[in-house]
């Protein structure tokens, strides 16, 4: 059964940085590609970063480019989200979603093309 834990949310100041963490069970994390996503209150979820099975990342949002990094740690089975330079836009509930891919996929950051998801974890950034 596949499972997807993210953690490392909370509550940070304008400016500060998070580490977000996705562990993956239940699969070979080196077969799969991981999104990270994004829902404010009212509003659509939306794709933040994504990277494929190879290791080729998509950077879907320009309001993140620059602050926000994702990488993969295949032996310790867990996706990260480096969120750097915050900001008050990016408070929204942070989901990780993976995906079973050939070889050769490209990273892709679309809701739809995701089978997998975690419960979300509550990112805030307020003074």
């Known amino acids: 059964q596949v499972q997807l834990v993210e953690s490392g949310g909370g509550l940070v100041h304008p400016g500060g940085s998070l580490k977000l963490s996705c562990a993956l069970s239940g699969i070979r994390v080196d077969y799969y590609g991981i999104g990270w996503f994004r829902q404010a209150p009212g509003k659509e979820r939306e794709g933040v970063s994504c990277?494929?099975?190879?290791?080729?990342?998509?950077d879907n949002l320009d309001s993140v480019k620059g602050r926000f990094t994702i990488s993969r740690a295949n032996d310790k089975k867990t996706v990260y989200l480096q969120m750097n330079s915050l900001k008050p836009e990016d408070t929204a509930v942070y989901y990780c979603?993976?995906?079973?891919?050939?070889?050769?996929?490209?990273?892709?950051?679309?809701?739809?093309?995701?089978?997998?998801w975690g419960q979300g974890t509550q990112v805030t950034v307020s003074s």
């Open positions: 979603a993976a995906k079973r891919e050939i070889l050769s996929a490209v990273p892709t950051c679309a809701s739809w093309y995701y089978q997998n």
């Open positions: 990277i494929s099975r190879s290791g080729g990342i998509t």
